[in-house]
T-cell receptor, first 112, second 116 residues
Framework: KQEVTQIPAALSVPEGENLVLNCSFT??????LQWFRQDPGKGLTSLLL?????REQTSGRLNASLDKSSGRSTLYIAASQPGDSATYLC???????????FGTGTRLQVFP | GAVVSQHPSWVICKSGTSVKIECRSL??????MFWYRQFPKQSLMLMAT?????????EQGVEKDKFLINHASLTLSTLTVTSAHPEDSSFYIC????????????FGPGTRLTVT
């Protein structure tokens, strides 16, 4: 059974810092991994999708890496801004079950 | 990207009544849709996999007779919460993709259910 853990659980930083959010998963047989953002009381916004054959993906100030064999993905946020404040979720899609399983999330607060 | 809609966006119902939530893929066909539930300050938990034209597959611990799922077409799946109780109050989110495996999953905006 796929289990997904995210570290840290919460993070509070001043704006301008470069951030590292970690995601680990127990079953490395995955199709891909998605990173999402969720604002309080809202739905999910997809940030990045990394296929199992890829090592990283970039979108603007966001960069996600994937080390499938070790069951790890990292989301880098450059030059953080208060508007980045949200919960960030990672979700690998297991090859065997075809299901997207969500991590525990990292609650990020960026203050001015 | 593709768009998935949910209706209603929020609903309040009395204990013992049933509530239906719709999930639609607006610009693509989805043979499979997924239903998730999210309690406050927790992550999304997969409830069931909805397959067009066949019965849904439920995750362990999810009552199939309480959470009825129907996937009547390639663009519509419905989740009916039967005989709702206050503990069913939650945020329900659906997702859909153009295919299995490597295709991206697109998520609906969610439905907030409050049972009084």
């Amino acid at each position: 059974k796929q289990e997904v853990t995210q570290i840290p659980a919460a993070l509070s930083v001043p704006e301008g810092e470069n951030l590292v959010l970690n995601c680990s998963f127990t079953d490395s047989a995955i199709y891909n991994l998605q990173w999402f953002r969720q604002d309080p009381g809202k739905g999910l916004t997809s940030l990045l999708l990394i296929q199992s054959s890829q090592r990283e993906q970039t979108s603007g100030r966001l960069n996600a890496s994937l080390d499938k064999s070790s069951g790890r993905s990292t989301l880098y946020i450059a030059a953080s801004q208060p508007g980045d404040s949200a919960t960030y979720l990672c979700a690998p899609r297991s090859y065997n079950t075809d299901k997207l399983i969500f991590g525990t999330g990292t609650r990020l607060q960026v203050f001015p | 990207g593709a768009v998935v809609s949910q209706h209603p966006s929020w609903v309040i119902c009395k204990s013992g009544t049933s509530v239906k939530i719709e999930c639609r893929s607006l610009d693509f066909q989805a043979t499979t849709m997924f239903w998730y539930r999210q309690f406050p300050k927790q992550s999304l938990m997969l409830m069931a996999t909805s397959n067009e034209g066949s019965k849904a597959t439920y995750e362990q611990g999810v009552e199939k007779d309480k959470f009825l799922i129907n996937h009547a077409s390639l663009t519509l799946s419905t989740l009916t919460v039967t005989s709702a109780h206050p503990e069913d109050s939650s945020f329900y989110i659906c997702s859909a993709g153009g295919g299995s495996g490597s295709f991206e999953q697109y998520f609906g905006p969610g439905t907030r259910l409050t049972v009084t």
